[in-house]
Nanobody, 124 residues
Framework: QVQLVESGGGLVQAGGSLRFSCVAS????????MGWFRQAPGKEREFVAA????????PYADSVKGRFTISRDNAKNTVYLQMNSLKPEDTAVYYC?????????????????WGQGTQVTVSS
């Protein structure tokens, strides 16, 4: 049984930082590309960042480029998302996801497994 378990969400003031962790189990983590998505109330789920299985490719959404950093530790089956300079518009539920197929990073349809989501609220 595959599980992706996120942690690290919470309430933070604008300009602050948070760090997410997502621990995977039940899959061969080193063979999966990993992504972070987010969904704000009333909006569709949107791509935030991804990292290839080897860590060699790291695409970001334009809205977070320069502020967020994704990384992974294959020895710990964990992917991270460091979020700096947070803005109120970053408020959303954040999800980690795992993708095995060779397909574009940006569509949630291409991901095989999902975490339960963790809430981030950024106050102004």
């Amino acid at each position: 049984q595959v599980q992706l378990v996120e942690s690290g969400g919470g309430l933070v003031q604008a300009g602050g930082s948070l760090r997410f962790s997502c621990v995977a189990s039940g899959l061969t983590f080193r063979t999966y590309d990993m992504g972070w998505f987010r969904q704000a109330p009333g909006k569709e789920r949107e791509f935030v960042a991804a990292i290839s299985s080897s860590g060699g490719r790291i695409p970001y959404a334009d809205s977070v480029k320069g502020r967020f950093t994704i990384s992974r530790d294959n020895a710990k089956n964990t992917v991270y998302l460091q979020m700096n300079s947070l803005k109120p518009e970053d408020t959303a539920v954040y999800y980690c996801a795992a993708k095995s197929r060779i397909a574009d990073w940006y569509s949630s349809r291409n991901y095989d497994y999902w975490g339960q989501g963790t809430q981030v609220t950024v106050s102004s």
